[in-house]
């Protein structure tokens, strides 16, 4: 909800919105998008990671942070246990409230992360947040840090909660199937006769989505995606990814 004392300013939040829509790949738009708050926000450093329909990091963007740090960050990520940072790939899209996290580190409790990774770096505070693909699944990380004392203004915040919404429809875009730009869901697997749910779960799977990762997407159990794999690959006459992507293509 945005506070009623903020005040937005509102055509500067309509050009970052229509400036990040005319970029037409993953990585420009979210540049384009940290470029665009650079100017309407107060933050020091910057990083963006994307990843692939695992959760798997397969690219970054730095803003004036060493790679060093990110690194670091990764490492530890890989290998934290510990409810109180959510892990990459346990994030989920809520429909209708994109996620988006705060910390002001003086106030969070000690801990390896902080002593090893927010003290070196003199971080005060950091926001954060995911954009999603049209399955639900996190495809690109924003952290925004600050290394002054003051923090996230009301107007900041407010402005971020009006414009990520928006910036996640267009960055869903970007994951759209190959099937719904034809128009329909089913066009590609027309001469199948592969169930509506089938059909989901082999687009995912030509996507290189785990079943593990389909399961989540489509909120089925994990057994679930595996019995329709099954099904798919027979009714199909393969045994491999491999072999239903060459049916497809044919």
């Known amino acids: 909800m945005v506070a009623k004392n903020a005040n937005i300013p509102w055509e500067a939040l309509y050009d970052l919105i229509l400036s990040c829509g005319n970029v037409h790949d993953p990585y420009g738009f979210a540049v384009a998008i940290l470029s665009g708050l650079k100017k309407l ?17 397969c690219n970054q963007y730095l803003m004036d942070i060493d790679e060093q740090w990110s690194n670091l960050y990764l490492g530890y990520y890989s290998t934290v246990d510990s409810r109180h940072y959510k892990t990459i790939s346990e994030v989920r899209e809520t429909p209708g409230q994109p996620l988006v996290g705060f910390a002001t580190w003086d106030q969070e409790p000690d801990s390896e992360f902080i002593s090893d990774y927010i003290r070196p770096r003199g971080l005060k505070c950091s926001l954060g947040f995911v954009l999603f693909d049209m399955n639900g699944l996190p495809r690109t990380i924003f952290a925004l840090d600050k290394t002054r004392e003051d923090r996230f203004s009301e107007t900041e915040l407010a402005l971020l909660s009006l414009a990520i919404p928006q910036l996640n429809n267009l960055h869903k875009n970007f994951y759209s199937r190959p099937t719904d730009r034809l128009g329909s869901g089913q066009n590609l697997w027309g001469n199948t006769n592969l169930t509506a749910r089938e059909v ?36 199909m006459q393969v045994s491999t990814r491999q072999e239903l992507l060459v049916r497809l293509l044919d």
């Open 41 to 57: 926000c107060s933050f020091d450093q910057a990083l963006i990671y994307f990843l692939d329909g695992n959760g798997k990091i």
């Open 200 to 235: 989901e779960v082999a687009n995912l799977l030509c996507r290189g989505v785990s079943p593990a990762n389909i399961s989540k997407a489509l909120h089925i159990t994990q057994s679930t995606a595996y019995k329709h794999i099954a099904n798919i690959y027979k009714k």
